[in-house]
């Protein structure tokens, strides 16, 4: 005889989110108890979740958390972006994010790693793939954590598929304070432009070297079809980072454009009206590399006779400086497997 009923059943499914014939199941096994049902459950859900994990997941969500001098961002995946939208799904987003957040956790190695409410992080996880029906996967996260002098600010798109966390340390905590409403503004650039790197300076030596004999190839490829056409040729950069500008490469680029100036016929008194205009244009077309990756020599999307980093400068007086941004968008490097339909219907239906 059954040592539980109607109303046990449905306690342990409120408890646990489970069907309600897992849950008759579950309490069969316990032989009424709700503990011991729970943990059978558990159990289940955890089997359930190993199968639901070989599957890709490449959808999701990015949440963040900012508050004073700290932000975190994560990328949650799921299998479907239908799964993403559900309210079980933004339910587990936000103790996830509210769980970094309090634990300091800087990665998602070290959410997957960490405790949640008295258990591992993976068996908590594994009952949310049970309850949600698709593989779950904390892929992303990053951490800043400030002192006074630090302004710190974020911003999530609507559509929460990318989003940014900043910071930028101030000679002072009056002027951290000024500048965290500026660094929402840049997040939002972020966001919108896709930088991979704060500054030049971050690049390696042989990206850039690699970067530009691939522009060069592309560009002459390119002039090769306009030339049949008719139509202007584009311009082969020298160059395409500021890190490739040496002082020794400006100052024969100033030479040369010296010998132009005076080949014009052009008065050497005003040359130093001209030389700078003209040096600005010579780097400006021989940094592509920076104005498309690295957020500081991007054009302010808000003002674009600006870069980044020119606005940022003008706003606070050349008294702070823009330290570290992260940026996630939800699946990137992510390869899906292209399923073969067919072939499964087939093989479940031998």
């Given at each position: 005889?059954?040592?539980?009923?109607?109303?046990?059943?449905?306690?342990?499914?409120?408890?646990?989110?489970?069907?309600?014939?897992?849950?008759?199941?579950?309490?069969?096994?316990?032989?009424?108890?709700?503990?011991?049902?729970?943990?059978?459950?558990?159990?289940?859900?955890?089997?359930?979740?190993?199968?639901?994990?070989?599957?890709?997941?490449?959808?999701?969500?990015?949440?963040?958390?900012?508050?004073?001098?700290?932000?975190?961002?994560?990328?949650?995946?799921?299998?479907?972006?239908?799964?993403?939208?559900?309210?079980?799904?933004?339910?587990?987003?936000?103790?996830?994010?509210?769980?970094?957040?309090?634990?300091?956790?800087?990665?998602?190695?070290?959410?997957?790693?960490?405790?949640?409410?008295?258990?591992?992080?993976?068996?908590?996880?594994?009952?949310?793939?049970?309850?949600?029906?698709?593989?779950?996967?904390?892929?992303?996260?990053?951490?800043?954590?400030?002192?006074?002098?630090?302004?710190?600010?974020?911003?999530?798109?609507?559509?929460?598929?990318?989003?940014?966390?900043?910071?930028?340390?101030?000679?002072?905590?009056?002027?951290?304070?000024?500048?965290?409403?500026?660094?929402?503004?840049?997040?939002?650039?972020?966001?919108?432009?896709?930088?991979?790197?704060?500054?030049?300076?971050?690049?390696?030596?042989?990206?850039?070297?690699?970067?530009?004999?691939?522009?060069?190839?592309?560009?002459?490829?390119?002039?090769?079809?306009?030339?049949?056409?008719?139509?202007?040729?584009?311009?082969?950069?020298?160059?395409?980072?500021?890190?490739?500008?040496?002082?020794?490469?400006?100052?024969?680029?100033e030479e040369e454009l010296k010998a132009e100036?005076?080949?014009?016929?052009?008065?050497?008194?005003?040359?130093?009206?001209?030389?700078?205009?003209?040096?600005?244009?010579?780097?400006?077309?021989?940094?592509?590399?920076?104005?498309?990756?690295?957020?500081?020599?991007?054009?302010?999307?808000?003002?674009?006779?600006?870069?980044?980093?020119?606005?940022?400068?003008?706003?606070?007086?050349?008294?702070?400086?823009?330290?570290?941004?992260?940026?996630?968008?939800?699946?990137?490097?992510?390869?899906?497997?292209?399923?073969?339909?067919?072939?499964?219907?087939?093989?479940?239906?031998?």
């Open positions: 005889m059954a040592n539980f009923g109607p109303k046990d059943i449905k306690k342990l499914r409120e408890m646990t989110d489970a069907g309600m014939m897992d849950c008759k199941k579950a309490l069969t096994e316990a032989d009424g108890d709700m503990d011991k049902a729970v943990e059978w459950l558990r159990d289940q859900g955890m089997g359930a979740a190993a199968k639901k994990a070989s599957k890709t997941a490449a959808e999701g969500a990015i949440a963040i958390k900012v508050e004073g001098k700290k932000a975190v961002i994560i990328e949650v995946n799921s299998q479907t972006d239908f799964v993403a939208k559900n309210d079980k799904f933004q339910a587990l987003l936000s103790t996830v994010v509210n769980h970094a957040f309090e634990n300091n956790l800087e990665d998602a190695e070290a959410i997957n790693a960490s405790t949640i409410n008295g258990a591992p992080f993976a068996e908590y996880l594994a009952q949310e793939i049970a309850v949600i029906g698709e593989n779950i996967v904390v892929r992303r996260a990053a951490l800043i954590n400030g002192d006074e002098k630090s302004a710190v600010n974020a911003y999530v798109h609507s559509n929460v598929q990318n989003g940014v966390i900043i910071e930028a340390k101030c000679e002072s905590a009056e002027v951290a304070e000024a500048m965290t409403p500026v660094l929402k503004e840049i997040a939002m650039h972020a966001a919108a432009m896709s930088p991979s790197t704060l500054s030049y300076k971050d690049f390696d030596a042989q990206y850039v070297e690699d970067e530009t004999k691939g522009r060069i190839v592309a560009i002459e490829t390119e002039n090769e079809e306009l030339a049949r056409l008719g139509k202007p040729l584009k311009n082969v950069p020298q160059y395409i980072s500021m890190s490739q500008l040496t002082d020794e490469v400006l100052a024969k680029v100036l005076a080949a014009e016929g052009k008065p050497e008194k005003i040359w130093d009206k001209i030389l700078p205009g003209k040096i600005a244009r010579f780097i400006s077309d021989n940094t592509t590399l920076d104005q498309e990756q690295c957020l500081l020599d991007q054009k302010f999307v808000m003002d674009d006779s600006k870069t980044v980093g020119e606005y940022f400068a003008e706003k606070s007086g050349g008294k702070a400086e823009i330290t570290r941004f992260v940026r996630l968008e939800v699946g990137e490097g992510i390869e899906v497997e292209e399923e073969d339909f067919a072939a499964e219907v087939a093989a479940q239906m031998k």
